[in-house]
């Protein structure tokens, strides 16, 4: 069964950081993992991903401010944001890299003062 359930959202100030977790099903887990996020009115975004050996790449507008890890013996991966900024409002998914059909719930991260 395909599970991903994201938690750790929540209302920050600009400048604060959040640390979001993904629990994963064990079939999805053993694929590069990545995070992507919705803001109102886009398309959903990649944000960061990580092998499954720990290399990770990111996307340009989050680079230098969020860090990417797993833990592969829990099959969750976090997502670490530091330096938030208001566009970094959306809601957040973890899945596969590529991603697979199904989406967990997400988990809302909202930036403002």
């Known amino acids: 069964q395909v599970q991903l359930v994201e938690s750790g959202g929540g209302l920050v100030q600009p400048g604060g950081s959040l640390r979001l977790s993904c629990a994963a099903s064990?079939?999805?887990?053993?694929?590069?993992m990545g995070w992507y996020r919705q803001s109102p009115g886009k398309e959903r975004e990649f944000v960061a991903r990580?092998?499954?050996?720990?290399?990770?790449n990111y996307a340009d507008s989050v680079k230098g401010r969020f860090a990417i890890d797993r833990d592969n013996a829990k099959n969750t991966v976090y997502l670490q944001m530091n330096s938030l900024k208001p566009e970094d409002t959306a809601v957040y998914y973890c899945?596969?890299?590529?991603?697979?059909?199904?989406w967990g719930k997400g988990t809302l991260v909202t930036v403002s003062a």
């Open positions: 899945n596969a890299v590529p991603p697979m059909n199904s």
């Open positions: 064990r079939i999805i887990f053993i694929n590069a």
């Open positions: 990580i092998s499954s050996g720990g290399y990770t």
